[in-house]
Structure formats: structure tokens, C-alpha cells
């Protein structure tokens, strides 16, 4: 069965440092792609950032370039979102995507993008709040 299960989300003040993880079953990170997403209150979700297939070729979105990075450990399934420099603006819930749809991606280049509809399976989200 696939899951996809973030956490780490907590308080943090302006300025602050925060890691979330997002622990995997189901499918392996060295053949697809993942992504993290946020949504605040009364918008619509938004894309952070993502990474094909073992971790290649992150893409951020502008607001979080030099702030986030995502990173993944095969061995421990979980894909990871370091979150530096934090914003009131970064306060949202956090959640973990993945593109399973298309099958197996090994030994493709793969250039993710941040489109909410081109990710097919999603976990639930964790909570992070930046305190002015």
C-alpha cells in the first residue's frame, strides 16, 4: 500500500530553522519523483519544491530559492525539507506528493515541476507556524 506520512511541522519564530520529513511506503525515492506542497489558511495549495527520481534535479518555487532544500534518503525512505530563514509568509500545512501514475522512472532524466495535478498520491500535511 502506498503512504506518504509528513511530520516535523511545529512553532517557529521569524528567522528560525525547521526540518520536515516525509517517511514513504509503497515505492522506492530512486525511481520517482516527490514533492512538497504547502496550503495556508484560505489559499490554495502551492508547490515548494520537488525532485525527480534519487533526488535529481530539485526545483524550488521563487519564494523558498536559497531558504528550502529537499533531500532524500533511499535507505530510510523518507524525503526530507529543510527549512532555513523562515517567514511569517512560510506559516501553511506542509504536505508530501508523489507522481506513481507514470510508472517507474530509473535511469531517466527527469526534471520535476511543481503542478498540483501531475502528483496522484499525497499524504497528510503537518503544521508549521512562523511567529512574527
Known amino acids: 500500500e502506498v503512504q506518504l506520512q509528513a511530520s516535523g511541522g511545529g512553532l517557529v519564530q521569524t528567522g528560525g530553522s525547521l526540518m520536515l520529513s516525509c517517511s514513504v511506503s509503497g515505492f522506492t525515492l530512486d525511481a520517482y519523483p516527490v514533492a512538497w506542497f504547502r496550503q495556508a489558511p484560505g489559499k490554495e495549495r502551492e508547490g515548494v519544491g520537488c525532485?525527480?527520481?534519487?533526488?535529481?534535479?530539485?526545483f524550488y518555487t521563487d519564494s523558498v530559492k536559497g531558504r528550502f532544500t529537499i533531500s532524500t534518503d533511499n535507505a530510510k525512505n523518507t524525503v526530507y525539507l529543510q527549512m532555513n530563514d523562515l517567514k511569517p509568509e512560510d506559516t501553511a500545512n506542509y504536505s508530501c506528493a508523489a507522481i506513481l501514475w507514470m510508472g517507474p522512472q530509473h535511469g531517466k532524466i527527469w526534471y520535476c515541476a511543481l503542478r498540483v495535478s501531475t502528483y496522484d498520491r499525497w499524504g497528510k500535511g503537518t503544521l508549521v507556524t512562523v511567529s512574527s
Open positions: 525532485v525527480g527520481p534519487d533526488g535529481a534535479n530539485p
